[in-house]
């Protein structure tokens, strides 16, 4: 008969084999967490670099609502992955590429804006309505722009822009120097052409033929943001004016 040791010698190298594969603190396989730049799903692209100012779902947060099929079109692909790579200087949207200073690929990039599209574009230009190039121009006319304000977008804005309480709708100033110190003015020009629907803000295209009212033009659309740009202070959110 084979000795006791002899026996148990076998069984003891075939649990310490099991308890090397299983050893504490060695991770298992498949469980590494990928590196920054091998995340390539959208849905994780997009919460982890977007969400906090454009909303979980591209809409109802701080920045433009990117949910939003008109703004979309009017924007373009070439245009999105411009400003995600490049940001908008000036405002509180940073660059994205690494070629920037920021963490993503030009490939996440791309993977960013191509969820975008499929996931909330659509043909959204109402029937016989040219679209609006993305970047006018045009030169703005600051008196003009104030006439045309007040024709087509007082009645929610109220006439000098300082926002209106109408029953259960209520819209902010869209003069306040804070608040024109954090948008561009291609960031006005996009909100009125593309509108915020999740806020109930129809675009400048939007087909209004049944309210006996027409699309603003590219110029009318110029004048308005030349208007509220007027309005920009050095030093916004300061009462104080600053050393000479």
Not at 197 to 222: H, K, V, Y
Request: with cysteine.
């Amino acid at each position: 008969m084979r000795s006791l040791p002899s026996l148990f010698l076998p069984l003891i190298c075939a649990i310490g084999l099991v308890g090397c594969w299983a050893a504490p603190g060695k991770p298992l396989s498949g469980s590494e967490a990928k590196r920054p730049d091998q995340v390539l799903d959208f849905p994780t692209l997009y919460k982890e670099n977007c969400s906090a100012c454009h909303g979980d779902q591209g809409r109802i947060g701080a920045a433009i609502s990117l949910a939003n099929p008109a703004y979309l079109e009017f924007a373009g692909a070439a245009n999105l992955e411009r400003i995600t790579a490049n940001g908008v200087p000036g405002t509180m949207m940073p660059p994205f590429s690494k070629n920037a200073g920021g963490a993503l690929t030009h490939r996440q990039i791309e993977i960013l804006v191509q969820g975008m599209v499929s996931s909330w574009g659509r043909p959204s230009v109402p029937s016989g309505l040219n679209p609006l190039a993305y970047a006018s121009n045009l030169h703005g006319d600051v008196t003009e722009g104030r006439k045309t304000f007040i024709a087509f977008c007082s009645r929610c804005h109220g006439e000098d822009a300082q926002g209106t309480v109408a029953g259960r709708m209520r819209t902010g100033s869209l003069v306040e120097p804070a608040y024109l110190s954090l948008i561009s003015d291609q960031g006005l020009r996009s909100l009125i052409v593309a509108g915020q629907p999740d806020q109930g803000m129809p675009g400048s295209t939007s087909d209004l033929s049944g309210d006996g009212a027409r699309p603003m033009t590219d110029q009318e659309i110029t004048d308005v943001v030349a208007w509220l740009a007027s309005h920009r202070t050095p030093t916004p959110g300061q009462p104080y004016q600053p050393h000479r």
